[in-house]
């Protein structure tokens, strides 16, 4: 069992930066495949960046080259560093997590999710 709690959602302008924090419970963290969502109002929820035990990495085409996803298994800790960041991130980012792949862009992957942090970019 994992409970993920994630933090560091606010207001920011637009050309700002952000970074998200998950933190995790549970004693096998470290083989968990980890993963950020993002759900705008009257949107379905989108995949933005994955992480594998290893660290490999993948991101959605719309958010590579301006975020940057990473872990911290000793701390159980997840991140997702948001850089030049636009109106349309604004969402309330999720963290999930998954023991079912290695890594995983589909939300029905995952078996574990936070409550989520708002992000709004203003313009």
């Known amino acids: 069992q994992v409970q993920l709690v994630e933090s560091g959602g606010r207001l920011v302008q637009a050309g700002g930066s952000l970074r998200l924090s998950c933190a995790a419970s549970?004693?096998?963290?470290?083989?968990?495949?980890m993963g950020w969502f993002r759900q705008a109002p009257g949107k379905e929820r989108e995949f933005v960046a994955a992480?594998?035990?290893?660290?490999?990495?993948y991101y959605a085409d719309s958010v590579k080259g301006r975020f940057t996803i990473s872990r911290d298994s000793a701390k159980k800790m997840q991140y997702l560093q948001m850089n030049n960041l636009t109106p349309e991130d604004t969402a309330v980012y999720l963290c999930?997590?998954?023991?079912?792949?290695?890594?995983?862009?589909?939300?029905?992957?995952?078996?574990?999710w936070g409550q989520g942090t708002q992000v709004t970019v203003s313009s």
């Open positions: 999930a997590a998954t023991q079912n792949s290695p890594i995983a862009t589909a939300a029905q992957a995952y078996d574990y």
């Open positions: 549970g004693r096998t963290f470290s083989t968990y495949a």
């Open positions: 992480i594998t035990w290893s660290g490999s990495t």
